[in-house]
């Protein structure tokens, strides 16, 4: 069952559409909009409180119409903060009823937050998830609009997991959740870090900035609460706080990885350590994915799930929509769609898929208005493992879809087979006119997403549906 509670009326909401008689108002100011030109449209849904910024500008009509309705003004330092805490209080702090799992990383947090869920389900543990795909509370189905929602909103949830007998959270963490104060005040019982790499220099000033967001996770724990990191990134495990324990094939990791076998029809993982155990999963496979099985299984154990039930939650975990999704065409090839959206994600599939056919095709683009210094980067990556490359329209946004081309095409050897073709739809089409039994044709960027953004518009479009629609 699909439910949209993101559009429902919250105590404390930072968007109108939550607002109704009695809730309270908290003015954002955002980047493309200033939540007090919002107010007098609160006020008339019936919020009796106003929380803005000290030093905030209010036009006289706003503050009139404050006053004649005799609503709550309050002046705050910081809006975002505020509204992750009074969000908590209106809800009664839910969050200190659960066992929040956060997960953090530049590449892997869906696959891993999703597996660890699946897991734990599967071990009879009440455990809900939150996400960058969707979010879900036993069968019901939230849809995501970021990958760590607004705090309103996460309250929100909290206290619907409180209300239905949950007692775990599986929870994606993104950098900008610590940097936006949207996961202010909770305090995780357990911390999964797992891996970092480019990404996000739309938002952060430098990389540094932005490892640093993402170490906060290990900052907001509680006391004694499992610590978990990628033993093989140097940066995260220089990083990795006292107490942490580690995943990997290095030497010396906790829990050492070990891939027995390969292939699209899934893997074989062997983890050793404090649990030993060798588990099959038939959805995922690659290098990539046996760090996502890896994290998923040592995080378990360290909940006190036994080995014989992670074996069986890994052994059937029926996969992530949009991660390494694969679809077989009338002609014989196979279609993969996958949400790879970074240089190394990117090097990730791409070497992965590689290995398993002579004739690799690759579609992609870049989001408009994201970190322009990684457009060539992918490029000369996907060129380096394709046997024909396809750029394509990607989220454009309000940029110009020509100069992301552009940006992409810089990194891209002028001896490639390259297809320029800006819509979508028929840059799958072209791919498939191209491919045979036995190629692969992989659609990068979008994984799970049912939309293209063109200008400010959201326009329906499946990937899914087009592949499935192919001969």
């Given at each position: 069952?699909?439910?949209?509670?993101?559009?429902?009326?919250?105590?404390?909401?930072?968007?109108?559409?939550?607002?109704?008689?009695?809730?309270?108002?908290?003015?954002i100011r955002?980047?493309?909009?200033?939540g007090?030109?919002?107010i007098?449209?609160?006020?008339?849904?019936g919020a009796?409180?106003?929380?803005?910024?000290?030093g905030?500008?209010?036009p006289?009509?706003?503050?009139?119409?404050?006053?004649?309705?005799?609503?709550?003004?309050?002046?705050?330092?910081?809006?975002?903060?505020?509204?992750?805490?009074?969000?908590?209080e209106?809800?009664?702090?839910?969050?200190?009823?659960?066992?929040?799992?956060?997960?953090?990383?530049?590449?892997?947090?869906?696959?891993?937050a999703?597996?660890?869920?699946?897991?734990?389900?599967?071990?009879?543990?009440?455990?809900?998830?939150?996400?960058?795909?969707?979010?879900?509370?036993?069968?019901?189905?939230?849809p995501?609009?970021?990958?760590?929602?607004?705090?309103?909103?996460?309250h929100?949830?909290f206290?619907r997991?409180?209300?239905?007998?949950?007692?775990?959270?599986?929870?994606?963490?993104?950098?900008?959740?610590?940097?936006?104060?949207?996961?202010?005040?909770?305090?995780?019982?357990g911390?999964?870090?797992?891996?970092f790499?480019?990404?996000?220099?739309?938002?952060?000033?430098?990389?540094?900035?932005?490892?640093?967001?993402?170490?906060?996770?290990?900052v907001?724990?509680?006391?004694?609460?499992?610590?978990?990191?990628n033993?093989?990134?140097?940066?995260?495990?220089?990083?990795?706080?006292?107490?942490?324990?580690?995943?990997?094939?290095?030497?010396?990791?906790?829990?050492?990885?070990?891939?027995?076998?390969?292939?699209?029809?899934?893997?074989?993982?062997?983890?050793?350590?404090?649990l030993?155990?060798s588990?099959?999963?038939?959805?995922?496979?690659?290098?990539?994915?046996?760090?996502?099985?890896?994290?998923?299984?040592?995080?378990?154990?360290?909940?006190?799930?036994?080995?014989?039930?992670?074996a069986d939650?890994v052994a059937?975990?029926p996969?992530?929509?949009?991660?390494?999704?694969?679809?077989k065409?009338?002609?014989?090839?196979?279609?993969?769609?996958?949400?790879?959206?970074?240089?190394?994600?990117?090097?990730?599939?791409?070497?992965?898929?590689r290995?398993q056919?002579?004739?690799?095709i690759?579609?992609?683009?870049?989001?408009?208005?994201?970190?322009k210094?990684?457009?060539?980067?992918?490029?000369?990556?996907?060129?380096?493992?394709?046997?024909?490359?396809?750029?394509?329209?990607?989220?454009?946004r309000?940029?110009?879809?020509?100069?992301?081309?552009?940006?992409?095409?810089?990194?891209?050897?002028?001896?490639?087979?390259?297809?320029?073709?800006?819509?979508?739809?028929?840059?799958?089409q072209?791919?498939?006119?191209?491919?045979?039994?036995?190629?692969?044709?992989v659609?990068?960027?979008?994984?799970?997403?049912?939309?293209?953004?063109?200008?400010?518009?959201?326009?329906?479009?499946?990937?899914k549906n087009?592949?499935?629609?192919?001969?």
């Open positions: 069952m699909t439910m949209n509670m993101t559009s429902g009326i919250y105590p404390v909401a930072c968007h109108t559409k939550n607002i109704g008689p009695g809730s309270t108002f908290v003015a955002g980047v493309t909009a200033d007090a030109t919002f007098a449209a609160a006020i008339e849904k009796t409180r106003i929380v803005i910024e000290r905030a500008h209010l006289d009509d706003v503050r009139a119409t404050i006053a004649r309705h005799h609503v709550e003004l309050l002046e705050v330092e910081n809006t975002r903060r505020a509204l992750a805490l009074l969000s908590a209106a809800h009664g702090f839910p969050a200190k009823k659960l066992k929040i799992i956060g997960i953090t990383g530049t590449k892997g947090k869906t696959t891993t999703f597996l660890l869920h699946h897991i734990l389900k599967q071990a009879g543990i009440s455990v809900a998830l939150l996400s960058t795909v969707h979010n879900q509370i036993g069968q019901t189905i939230i995501a609009e970021l990958t760590t929602a607004q705090p309103d909103f996460l929100y949830f206290a997991c409180v209300a239905e007998g949950i007692t775990h959270v599986v929870m994606e963490v993104a950098a900008q959740a610590f940097s936006l104060s949207r996961v202010e005040g909770l305090e995780f019982s911390a999964l870090f797992t891996n790499s480019h990404e996000h220099l739309e938002f952060y000033k430098d990389m540094d900035e932005y490892f640093q967001a993402k170490c906060q996770l290990f907001q724990m509680q006391k004694d609460a499992p610590m978990l990191f033993a093989d990134d140097g940066r995260v495990a220089c990083a990795a706080p006292d107490g942490g324990q580690s995943f990997g094939f290095a030497p010396g990791a906790t829990f050492g990885l070990r891939v027995e076998q390969s292939s699209p029809d899934g893997m074989q993982v062997a983890v050793s350590g404090s030993a155990l588990a099959f999963c038939p959805t995922l496979f690659g290098h990539f994915n046996a760090y996502n099985i890896g994290a998923a299984v040592a995080m378990a154990h360290q909940f006190g799930i036994p080995a014989a039930q992670i939650g059937t975990f996969g992530v929509r949009g991660r390494l999704e694969r679809y065409v009338p002609n014989g090839a196979i279609c993969v769609i996958d949400y790879a959206h970074t240089p190394d994600s990117y090097r990730a599939v791409l070497s992965t898929l290995e056919t002579n004739h690799l690759v579609i992609f683009g870049a989001g408009g208005r994201r970190d210094f990684k457009r060539p980067i992918m490029g000369g990556i996907a060129a380096d493992y394709a046997d024909l490359v396809i750029l394509t329209s990607d989220n454009p309000d940029e110009d879809p020509d100069g992301i081309i552009r940006d992409i095409r810089a990194g891209i050897p002028e001896d490639a087979a390259l297809i320029i073709e800006q819509d979508r739809e028929k840059a799958i072209i791919a498939y006119q191209k491919s045979h039994a036995g190629s692969i044709i659609v990068l960027g979008k994984g799970p997403d049912e939309y293209q953004i063109v200008g400010t518009q959201k326009i329906p479009f499946s990937e087009i592949i499935q629609n192919l001969g």
